[in-house]
């Protein structure tokens, strides 16, 4: 019973954080909008939320992984724009999606270089690379248009095996990122990297031998090739480039981990967490739209849960 | 190591050191608070580069850029400061760094539990090792420091102040592993400040001050007095001023107060002229009293009146420090690098921050300049002037803007922690001279050091504090350190002290 | 390079926030490719469109000295936009709508203040968030479609000058001016130095950290209404998106002008002169035909190297 409240309030003695309670929502929602309108239990609309919680699920995974080195990452939204531009540029499938990888490593690298050897706040770093990404869509891709190749529509759209493609797209994250996290000493390095920054001995683990240069740097690369392949999924449903199409995606993403019990200030999360997270934030995001809820007023919404879910950490820093 | 040089932010630390280090031989590095030994053996595990001098291993040099590289070449360290990190267990930390691999890369969890428990069944400890070292006592967290630190196979072994924590029965446990050590031709340096462990276990002692080798002696040809003198430098009597007259009224009483829900309560008074002391080994409740009147913890109970006026408890968190500024009682920071000082700023800020302090944020600000050129006279401060950075100022002198700051505020009580942290001795000197003058013109001190030393030489009255409470107050002039120790270890009669029923 | 970053030339060098050698360079640039440009008539122009993000700068350097940041401005400013423009207060006066503008913007500081300094949440996201939040409900209010006129006294009194200055322009030097002076003659200003300096410190020391941090927010969030009321004068019109762009020009201008997380040595004036450097930059860009996404890549890049710069500069010192 202890171990059970302890999960519920996420209390010191456990690295997961709370990820029980996010859960009991996602159930609450769910079962609060089949009895609220008739259309959510209807198979299409189901079959739909998969695709739609998609790229929040890959790009919240990504994002999870510097949250808990307690860094910050605000340049996926752009780097989802600036993929799904890249992809509409007219090339060869074999040439385009490698080439989304190769530059979404480089941006992460960047990222991740920049914040540590010039000691630049997180935050800071990243930021400005939202605002170059974002300059060099919108010479890309101006407005929204051209085509994306047709591997990526289908690989999308279609199915295998009469199971829809976002499912695999959706195993593939999970096993990359559970493999990243708990199957390797580079996961368990970053808890350690996170742990030390959160407790305020920032060198802690470098202390113990860890290159945590070289880590942090690795988790901005995978958090922005996740935000990449968030764009590729999103390319494949749109059918198009779009320069906003990840507009503010940065936001939803972080409200999803912390939704998932994982803290902010680094050190404490879990995979499941972050995936319930976004699955509570793609439920209600479908609900909104089941019960004609302005997407205007959506936006206000997801703001003030952001809002709420930090408030309700709390943090020894203050400041950015 | 020879010749080691290495300077902080302009502050020499170690001025041309050397330390030679035997295989199969327990070398004991004395010194005071900030004479350098920590940063020493810091360069010694990689974690500071040294500016100037090298590293010989079987005379051939080495260069650590890093941790890794130290502990590549066979050198295991266990550091002062609790360095675990909380959101990993015993096994992950005990093997961080160099964890074992499963097939496909993965991480060998079964073994790491597997050996870090042998660890710790060896050192007599039966904790699970898939604990998160967050919900461990600092005690058991020292004692999974060492295990992590002896237990590697390495050739050199580092043991800096490792049983500060520590309970006699885990003193001796960790002893008997120490000449296992020893016994098979492994080198081990132990820094320690408990005279009795130095001469149990170590054969040979070098002593450290303010940077600068005294010397290397084999224990052998040394007594704890001889001891004493070559770390100091000098008579002990000529480095404390004269102790205070009769006290006057008490300014300060604390009752019934109870530290923890689990701890038994004390009390305690301070009288102005006085200068209290608390004393006891780290980690007691000292500074958890301490920092309980500026609101920092919560008590679980107690009456504190200061100057005939309630002091409601809980002090409040955020504005505690205001509020006991308020009523004449100023707090100075252990830390004062991170908690006391703003390094960036003039001297002249420093001191008037406490000023400031209490005047509405509307109010213009006053220059405070005679309040400030005053002080720094009288603490003679020495600083490029009043505008120079603190930073760019020695410890000591740190150190005396940052007691200058409360002198200047207008305070008759003064809650210290560590007034003489990484200062020179002629500085400590000045600084205790401060603290009496202080008192002698009516002013009341209460303060908390980890240097027994220095609290006799310093004080009036000096109150052991062990499990959260005070367990015997005795006169300063009948305090040994012997006396003070023996009442800190609860040897009298009264209960083991840390967390021994595991 | 370390050798150069210790000469003490080199380190004084180093001291004068970046702001004034971009201000130079950019007005060495513009008068030998557009010299005829340079006269107090076109410069008053381009400087009095630039006067509500210079407003807006006055409220981030302030919590950026208190190691914070506001992201929020955006929202405040279309909020006020609206509130002005659609019409919802038909027929109310001028000084109304000033203080409307105002409460508007304290109250989101204040809210913004006590989530930072008293929950200690992240600054970033809780004033993102605040931002996302105003902006949503405008667009929800206004249904996405451009609200009504702005009622034209606003207009009259932006388009008057003094002499050849126009009012605006008098206006933010004298606001920047004010609050220099508040900053370096009352404790307030004390205050701030001190928990931008080393929070621990200031606490320990009896600063009021959660109320300096409350206040610089509070004062943040009145200057983003100022900067809204300037900013609805000068377009004259509702918008759905005005003023989006503000808060992360802010964030750029203030960096450029010496004014990074805690350290203040750039005073008002740096980043006084790091927004006059935008309004440069935004002439020569244009100038030079460089439209929008170079505009959005110059700012990313200012922010990123005037980072850069002050983080090999820490590390040096």
Redesign the interface.
Same mark, same amino acid.
Request: proline share 4%; hydrophobic share 40%; aromatic share 8%.
């Given at each position: 019973m202890t171990a059970i409240s302890r999960r519920l309030t996420g209390a $010191?003695? *456990? $690295?997961q954080g709370m990820w029980l309670l996010p859960l009991l929502i996602v159930l609450a929602i769910a079962l609060w909008l089949s009895l609220q309108t008739a259309q959510f239990l209807n198979g299409e609309n189901l079959l739909n939320l998969v695709p739609q919680a998609m790229p929040l699920v890959i790009t919240a995974v990504g994002q999870m992984f510097v949250i808990l080195l307690g860094g910050l990452d605000l340049s996926v939204g752009s780097m989802i724009s600036f993929t799904t531009a890249v992809l509409a540029l007219g090339g060869p499938a074999w040439a385009l999606i490698p080439a989304v990888f190769v530059l979404a490593a480089l941006v992460g690298f960047s990222n991740g270089f920049i914040i540590t050897r010039f000691n630049v706040h997180p935050i800071i770093a990243t930021l400005s690379m939202q605002y170059i990404l974002l300059g060099i869509t919108r010479v890309l891709r101006p407005v929204s248009g051209g085509t994306v190749p047709d591997i990526v529509i289908s690989a999308v759209a279609g199915s295998f095996l009469g199971i829809p493609m976002p499912v695999f797209w959706g195993i593939v994250t999970l096993a990359v990122a559970w493999?990243l996290l708990y199957?390797?000493?580079f996961?368990?390095?970053l808890?350690?990297i996170?742990?030390?920054v *959160?407790?305020g001995?920032e060198d802690?683990?470098?202390?113990?031998?860890?290159?945590d240069r070289r880590n942090i740097v690795l988790a901005y690369v995978i958090c922005a090739c996740f935000a990449a392949l968030a764009g590729i999924f999103l390319a494949g449903r749109i059918v198009s480039g779009d320069p906003n199409v990840g507009l503010l995606f940065e936001l939803d993403a972080i409200t999803a981990v912390a939704i998932g019990g994982t803290q902010l200030s680094g050190?404490?999360g879990s995979l499941h967490g972050t995936v319930i997270g976004a699955l509570v934030m793609a439920l209600l995001a479908n609900g909104m739209n089941l019960t004609n809820v302005s997407p205007f007023i959506q936006t206000t919404i997801k703001g003030a849960i952001l809002l709420l879910v930090v408030a309700l950490q709390s943090r020894k820093k203050m400041g950015l | 190591m020879s010749e080691i040089r290495k300077a902080f932010a302009g502050t020499a630390a170690l001025k041309g050191v050397s330390i030679t280090l035997q295989s199969g031989s327990v070398h004991a590095l004395m010194g005071e608070n900030g004479a350098g030994k920590s940063t020493l053996m810091k360069i010694l595990a990689g974690?500071h580069q040294p500016d100037g001098g090298a590293i010989l291993r079987d005379g051939r040099q080495v260069v650590f850029h890093?941790?890794?590289d130290a502990?590549e070449a066979g050198i295991s360290t266990v550091?002062q400061?609790l #360095?675990l990190?909380?959101?990993?267990t015993i096994a992950?930390n005990m093997f961080?760094?160099?964890?074992p691999?499963a097939a496909? !890369? !993965?991480?060998d969890h079964r073994r790491m539990r597997r050996e870090a428990g042998k660890a710790l069944a060896e050192l007599g400890l039966t904790l699970d090792p898939g604990t998160?070292v #967050?919900?461990l006592s600092i005690g058991e967290r020292q004692f999974v420091e060492i295990a992590h630190g002896i237990m590697t196979d390495a050739s050199v072994f580092i043991l800096d102040e490792p049983t500060a924590a520590l309970n006699a029965a885990d003193v001796e446990v960790l002893n008997r592993h120490i000449r296992r050590l020893k016994d098979e031709g492994k080198a081990v340096v132990y820094i320690s400040h408990r005279m009795d462990e130095i001469f149990a276990i170590c054969d040979t002692v070098t002593v450290l001050k303010d940077g600068e080798l005294v010397g290397t002696r084999p224990l052998a040809e040394m007594t704890p007095a001889t001891l004493i003198a070559m770390m100091v430098g000098r008579e002990l009597a000529d480095l404390f001023p004269q102790r205070g007259d009769a006290p006057g009224p008490v300014v300060l009483s604390v009752e019934d107060f109870r530290i923890t829900e689990r701890s038994k309560p004390f009390s305690l008074s301070l009288s102005r002229g006085e200068i209290v002391a608390l004393a006891g080994l780290e980690g007691q409740g000292q500074q958890r009293f301490l920092r309980s009147l500026?609101g920092q913890y919560y008590p679980f109970a107690g009456r504190v009146t200061i100057k005939g006026k309630a002091l409601p408890l809980p002090v409040p968190s955020?504005?505690g420090?205001?509020r006991l500024?308020a009523m004449g009682v100023g707090?100075v920071?252990e830390d004062r690098k991170?908690?006391?000082?703003?390094? !960036?700023?003039s001297v002249a800020?420093n001191i008037?921050? &406490?000023l400031? #302090?209490?005047?509405?944020?509307? &109010?213009? &600000?006053e220059g405070y300049q005679r309040l400030i050129a005053d002080t720094m006279s009288s603490l003679a401060v020495k600083a490029g002037g009043p505008g120079a950075a603190v930073g760019t100022l020695s410890g000591g002198n740190q150190q005396k803007v940052l007691l200058g700051?409360y002198l200047a505020a207008d305070i008759d009580i003064l809650l210290v922690e560590e007034p003489t942290r990484g200062v020179d001795i002629g500085a400590k000197s000045e600084i205790y001279r401060l603290l009496r003058d202080f008192a002698r013109k009516g002013g009341a001190v209460l303060v908390l050091s980890r240097e027994t030393i220095e609290l006799i030489g310093l004080c009036d009255r000096i109150c052991v504090v062990h499990n959260d409470t005070i367990v015997k107050e005795m006169p300063a002039a009948d305090a040994t350190e012997h006396n003070i120790l023996d009442a800190a270890l609860g040897a009298n009669g009264t209960a083991r002290i840390i967390n021994d029923s595991h | 390079m370390a050798a150069a970053l210790a000469n003490p030339v080199m380190r004084r060098l180093l001291r004068v926030p970046p702001a004034y050698y971009v201000f130079a360079v950019l007005l060495a640039v513009l008068w030998v490719a557009r010299p005829n440009m340079l006269n107090l008539n076109i410069m008053g122009i381009f400087v009095r469109q630039i006067v509500p993000l210079g407003i807006l700068v006055l409220g981030q350097l302030l919590v950026m000295r208190v190691r914070s940041i506001d992201l929020s401005g955006g929202g405040v400013i279309l909020l006020i936009n609206y509130t002005i423009s659609s019409g919802v207060f038909p027929g109310a006066s001028m000084a109304f709508f000033i203080v409307l503008a105002l409460a508007i913007g304290l109250a989101v500081g204040f809210f913004n203040g006590l989530m930072v300094g008293v929950r200690r949440v992240s600054a970033v996201i809780v004033t993102l968030a605040v931002g996302i939040v105003l902006v949503g409900f405008v667009q929800y209010l206004s249904s996405g479609k451009p609200p009504g006129d702005v009622p034209g006294m606003f207009a009259d009194i932006y388009n008057t000058k003094l002499g050849p200055v126009p009012t605006p322009v008098i206006f933010w030097v004298a606001a920047s001016a004010a609050l220099s002076l508040f900053l370096s003659?009352? =404790?307030?200003?004390?205050?701030v130095?001190?928990v931008g300096?080393?929070v621990?410190?200031?606490?320990?020391?009896? =600063?009021? =950290?959660?109320?300096?941090v409350v206040?610089t927010h509070t004062l943040a969030g009145l200057f983003a209404g100022i900067a809204a009321l300037v900013q609805t004068a000068s377009i004259a019109v509702g918008s759905v998106r005005v003023g989006l762009d503000l808060p992360i020009l802010a964030v750029a201008a203030t960096i450029l002008g010496g004014v990074v997380f805690g350290?203040g040595e750039g005073g008002v004036w740096g980043p006084f002169f790091g927004v006059l450097s935008f309004a440069l930059l935004f002439v020569v860009m244009t100038t030079f035909g460089v439209d929008e996404p170079g505009k959005l890549i110059a700012q990313g890049l200012i922010i990123l190297l005037a980072a850069i710069f002050y983080g090999i500069r820490s590390r040096s010192n």
């Open positions: $010191r003695g *456990s $690295r493999k199957g390797s000493r996961g368990l390095h808890f350690a996170g742990g030390g *959160s407790s001995v802690a683990a470098h202390n113990f031998g860890i290159a050190a404490i | 974690v890093r941790p890794k502990l550091f400061e #360095s990190l909380p959101n990993l992950e961080l760094g160099r964890e691999t496909f !890369g !993965g991480v998160l #967050s919900r500026v955020g504005g420090v205001r500024q707090f920071p991170e908690d006391g000082l703003f390094l !960036g700023l800020h008037a921050a &406490a400031h #302090s209490k005047r509405s944020e509307l &109010a213009l &600000a700051r | 003659r009352t =404790v307030f200003g004390r205050f130095t001190s300096e080393n621990q410190a200031a606490h320990f020391s009896g =600063v009021p =950290v959660a109320r300096t206040l350290r």
